[in-house]
Nanobody, 120 residues
Framework: QVQVVESGGGLVQPGGSLRLSCEAS????????MAWYRQAPGKQREWVAS???????NYADSVKGRFTISRDNAKNTIDLQMNRLNLEDTGVYYC??????????????WGQGTQVTVSS
């Protein structure tokens, strides 16, 4: 299965930018649709953006025009460039397949995530 390690989160002021990175490993990465998800405090995890194996992208309405997802199959990485950040973008960001990986145990696989905090 694909496994991921997210990095790049931090504290940023409203209107600022941040770039998240995800390093993936495992069989079939180059043929798999990848995505970024996020979970704000007290809210359910939500899908943010996805990118297919050939580079076609889709975005949630809340981030469209501000975020850009990209992938480098040679490096096994998926990045998320976030611009014009606002308070509602705060949360833990996760990289995963789309749909998320469902393990034989019945639980979904999630990495450690990376915290993004937008605050003045």
């Amino acid at each position: 299965q694909v496994q991921v390690v997210e990095s790049g989160g931090g504290l940023v002021q409203p209107g600022g930018s941040l770039r998240l990175s995800c390093e993936a490993s495992g069989t079939g990465f180059e043929r798999t649709t990848m995505a970024w998800y996020r979970q704000a405090p007290g809210k359910q995890r939500e899908w943010v953006a996805s990118i297919t194996s050939i580079g076609s992208t889709n975005y949630a309405d809340s981030v469209k025009g501000r975020f850009t997802i990209s992938r480098d199959n040679a490096k096994n990485t998926i990045d998320l460039q976030m611009n014009r950040l606002n308070l509602e973008d705060t949360g833990v960001y996760y990289c995963n397949t789309r749909p998320p990986i469902l393990l034989l145990s019945g639980q979904y696989y999630w990495g450690q995530g990376t915290q993004v905090t937008v605050s003045s």
